[in-house]
Every structure is written in structure tokens, then in C-alpha cells.
T-cell receptor, first 112, second 114 residues
């Protein structure tokens, strides 16, 4: 079945360590997104990519990095520069602007 | 920059009552509009979408939404709420200008009283 897979579901890291969240889709979608979700804040856009080897910063890109080497994959690295990384992270993809986005089940990152 | 406002943080309704969740957007042209629902700890599921044409759109689970250009609104409605509708609801907008940027509101949490 086609879909978006985020792994792992739960992730624990020590403060000061970089961590990479995985997002893979087999829907043949061009665009992929990373959102951060905190209670009462809704979904805030971190990065998005329209095509392979190209991506744009969203509203809260500081302390994060991404790559888009393959159409199917859009990993997110949370660096030690991110001041408050503990959050729920959601990955999404869609074909283009006039289509809906499909979401993964999320990764809950806890930094201690 | 485009933005989405959901004025109600938390709404409580009785089962069987009608529901309206508000959504306003800031983009001047006609954007692409979406409503999503999220259960705790899960991803988001699409309820309905509006791109063009008929301003009243039907979605899954008995939901509908009406696009009102004059008010820059895209409110979600349901005639009779079920206990299983308790969740968080998000309105989202794409400017439609080819940027592919998808912006979400802060969400409205719906509680249903049996």
C-alpha cells in the first residue's frame, strides 16, 4: 500500500546531540514537508521541497536541516542549535499545489 | 505572507448538536483550502478541500465547508455531532501561486459531551 512512513515513532536524545528523523513516501509525490507541532501552536512549517535537490525554509527553519537526494525521501536533522527540540514532528507529501497533503504518523522527539 | 486564523481554541458541544468551526485566511487571491482532523498522537486526515467551483463542499464523515470570498473564510460545519468527532481540527491554505507552501492554523480542539 502506498503511504508515508516516519520512523521512529518515539526518539530520545541527549541535549547537544544531532538527530535525524526519517520520512519516506512511495506515493510518487513531488512535494514533501516537515512540520513541528507543539500544544496550542498548531503545525508550523520547518522546511519543504518541491523537487529533488531543492528545498525552501519554512517559518521555523533555524536549528534544522534537510536534504532531498531522492524523490521518495526527505530526512530532517535536528541540530544542537535548535534551542527547544522536544516536539511532535510530522512529515507530509503531495503531488502539487492543488492537491491535498498526505501525512505520516509522526515522530515524537524528546531531548533530555 | 499567507496566514490562517482559527479563532476558537477549544469548543465543547453536546452529542447531536450542530457544529461550526471557523477559519479565516489572509491571502488576497483564491487559495486552495483544506480542513484536516487529528486524533491524539496521530497524523492528519483530510476532511475536505476547496480549489474552485461550488463554494459549498462536502467531505467525509458528514462534514461540509463553505468558502466565502468576501469574508476570507472557510468554515467547517456538521449538522449533528457524534462522540467520535472529538478531535483537533486544522484549517490549511495554499496560496495557489505555485509556491507549494502549505500553511496551517493553530487548530480547534473539539470536545463532545455525551
Amino acid at each position: 500500500d502506498g503511504g508515508i512512513t516516519q520512523s521512529p515513532k518515539y526518539l530520545f536524545r541527549k541535549e547537544g546531540q544531532n538527530v535525524t528523523l526519517s520520512c519516506e513516501q512511495n506515493l510518487n509525490h513531488d512535494a514533501m514537508y516537515w512540520y513541528r507541532q507543539d500544544p496550542g501552536q498548531g503545525l508550523r512549517l520547518i522546511y519543504y521541497s518541491q523537487i529533488v535537490n531543492d528545498f525552501q525554509k519554512g517559518d521555523i527553519a533555524e536549528g534544522y536541516s534537510v536534504s532531498r537526494e531522492k524523490k521518495e525521501s526527505f530526512p530532517l536533522t535536528v541540530t544542537s542549535a535548535q534551542k527547544n527540540p522536544t516536539a511532535f514532528y510530522l512529515c507530509a507529501s503531495r503531488v502539487r499545489g492543488d492537491t491535498e497533503a498526505f501525512f505520516g504518523q509522526g515522530t515524537r522527539l524528546t531531548v533530555v | 505572507a499567507q496566514s490562517v486564523t482559527q479563532p476558537d481554541i477549544h469548543i465543547t458541544v453536546s452529542e447531536g448538536a450542530s457544529l461550526e468551526l471557523r477559519c479565516n485566511y489572509s491571502y488576497g487571491a483564491t487559495p486552495y483550502l483544506f480542513w484536516y482532523v487529528q486524533s491524539p498522537g496521530q497524523g492528519l486526515q483530510l476532511l475536505l478541500k476547496y480549489f474552485s467551483g461550488d463554494t459549498l463542499v462536502q467531505g467525509i464523515k458528514g462534514f461540509e465547508a463553505e468558502f466565502k470570498r468576501s469574508q476570507s473564510s472557510f468554515n467547517l460545519r456538521k449538522p449533528s455531532v457524534h462522540w467520535s468527532d472529538a478531535a483537533e481540527y486544522f484549517c490549511a491554505v495554499d496560496s495557489g501561486a505555485g509556491s507549494y507552501q502549505l500553511t496551517f492554523g493553530k487548530g480547534t480542539k473539539l470536545s463532545v459531551i455525551p
